[in-house]
């Protein structure tokens, strides 16, 4: 099961990091002390050199401007968060844990910032899969707020799936799908993954269906493969076959043809599922060509074509993971004959 849910969530670990709009302050009314001329300076020119992705520029300002010993605790923070949010643009989520942890523990920011600097340091954490300190960072957020924004009931979520406790993650990702009916397709694939989890795979299928149907889902192979699996586990065959069709219809490789040759297989529909392996043999791109032999061995034999089946069969036994059954089926051609 894990394994699809990692084709659900393919690009999905982390919530986007370091955006403003994702927490809503709470309404304590206490703001970050306004920096001084010289450090506002400095950091609207990070600013700027982030924003043209010169981060090097950026590092090397803020650094200079951190070194200061005139600077106010509030300054410093806002000196380190913004250092932090680079480091994490730049992927040195190290660097980016050291400079959120360090400007929070200045307890010198208004609460719209804490709360911004909380919300990015948990999502680091979670990019770095240190998924108890994200839980304990996002957690301590959520108890600022009341009710919690969808953004940090995803990042909640996010956190419990990566230690792998689905049931707990399960309801604060549908919480946050309802609150946001613009829900981006890393959340959808997210719940979607979660109810698969969860035993409820025709929730997810459902899931998924409506966010292709509205765009809002790229209908990717792989995507399309996930859906297969979700109706096929939910017990509607016919669904998962269709999905599949279309999922081999547009493959650019034949993973797609070989899916839909084994459910075939298992419906005992050999002549597409023949079809359907051929085809898959045919783009290649498979990683397990051997199997798609064996299975093509298997449809031809039980449509009665024992040449055929032989040569897919023999193709078969020249691979180790295939040889025994693929032996034990030319045992039967021979017997057949």
């Given at each position: 099961?894990?394994?699809v849910?990692r084709?659900?969530c393919?690009?999905?670990i982390?919530?986007s990091?370091?955006?403003a709009?994702?927490?809503?302050?709470?309404k304590?009314?206490?703001?970050?002390?306004?920096?001084g001329e010289?450090t506002?300076?400095?950091?609207?020119?990070?600013?700027?050199?982030i924003a043209?992705?010169?981060?090097?520029s950026?590092?090397a300002?803020?650094?200079k401007t951190q070194s200061s010993?005139k600077?106010t605790d509030?300054e410093?923070a806002?000196?380190?968060g913004?250092?932090?949010?680079?480091?994490?643009?730049?992927?040195s989520?190290?660097?980016?844990?050291?400079g959120?942890e360090q400007?929070l523990a200045l307890?010198?920011?208004?609460d719209?910032?804490?709360?911004l600097?909380?919300?990015n340091?948990?999502q680091?954490?979670?990019?770095?899969?240190?998924?108890d300190?994200a839980?304990r960072?996002l957690?301590a957020?959520a108890?600022r707020?009341?009710?919690?924004?969808?953004?940090?009931?995803m990042?909640l979520?996010?956190?419990?799936?990566?230690k792998?406790?689905?049931?707990?993650?399960?309801p604060?990702?549908?919480a946050?799908v309802?609150?946001?009916?613009d829900?981006?397709?890393?959340?959808l694939r997210l719940?979607?993954?979660l109810?698969l989890?969860?035993g409820r795979?025709?929730?997810a299928a459902?899931?998924?269906d409506?966010?292709i149907?509205?765009?809002?889902?790229e209908?990717?192979t792989?995507?399309?493969?996930?859906?297969?699996?979700?109706?096929?586990?939910?017990?509607?065959?016919?669904q998962?076959?269709?999905?599949l069709?279309?999922?081999?219809a547009n493959a650019?490789d034949?993973r797609?043809?070989?899916r839909?040759g084994k459910l075939?297989?298992?419906?005992?529909?050999?002549?597409?599922?023949?079809?359907a392996?051929?085809s898959?043999l045919?783009?290649g791109?498979l990683?397990?060509?051997?199997t798609?032999q064996l299975?093509?061995?298997i449809?031809?034999?039980?449509?009665?074509?024992m040449?055929?089946?032989?040569a897919?069969l023999?193709?078969a036994?020249a691979?180790?993971?295939t040889?025994a059954?693929a032996?034990?089926?030319?045992d039967?051609?021979d017997?057949?004959k």
């Amino acid at each position: 099961m894990r394994n699809v849910t990692r084709v659900l969530c393919c690009a999905l670990i982390t919530l986007s990091l370091a955006c403003a709009g994702a927490v809503a302050p709470s309404k304590r009314a206490t703001r970050t002390e306004p920096p001084g001329e010289a450090t506002a300076r400095a950091l609207n020119a990070a600013q700027k050199a982030i924003a043209a992705k010169d981060y090097e520029s950026a590092q090397a300002t803020l650094s200079k401007t951190q070194s200061s010993s005139k600077l106010t605790d509030s300054e410093r923070a806002l000196v380190l968060g913004t250092r932090a949010y680079a480091w994490t643009l730049q992927k040195s989520y190290p660097q980016a844990v050291d400079g959120y942890e360090q400007a929070l523990a200045l307890h010198a920011l208004g609460d719209a910032d804490t709360e911004l600097y909380m919300f990015n340091l948990g999502q680091v954490y979670i990019a770095t899969r240190s998924y108890d300190e994200a839980l304990r960072v996002l957690g301590a957020l959520a108890a600022r707020q009341s009710p919690p924004t969808p953004e940090l009931e995803m990042g909640l979520a996010n956190a419990w799936w990566g230690k792998g406790d689905s049931a707990r993650a399960l309801p604060l990702a549908e919480a946050a799908v309802a609150k946001r009916p613009d829900a981006p397709e890393s959340w959808l694939r997210l719940l979607a993954s979660l109810m698969l989890e969860q035993g409820r795979p025709r929730d997810a299928a459902a899931l998924l269906d409506k966010g292709i149907a509205e765009g809002r889902i790229e209908p990717s192979t792989k995507t399309l493969d996930a859906l297969a699996t979700a109706w096929f586990k939910a017990g509607d065959a016919a669904q998962a076959e269709a999905v599949l069709r279309r999922a081999a219809a547009n493959a650019p490789d034949g993973r797609a043809d070989l899916r839909l040759g084994k459910l075939l297989i298992e419906e005992k529909k050999w002549a597409p599922a023949a079809h359907a392996l051929e085809s898959a043999l045919a783009k290649g791109g498979l990683g397990d060509a051997a199997t798609a032999q064996l299975l093509l061995g298997i449809a031809r034999f039980e449509q009665g074509q024992m040449g055929p089946a032989r040569a897919a069969l023999e193709k078969a036994a020249a691979s180790d993971k295939t040889r025994a059954e693929a032996r034990e089926w030319l045992d039967e051609v021979d017997a057949r004959k």
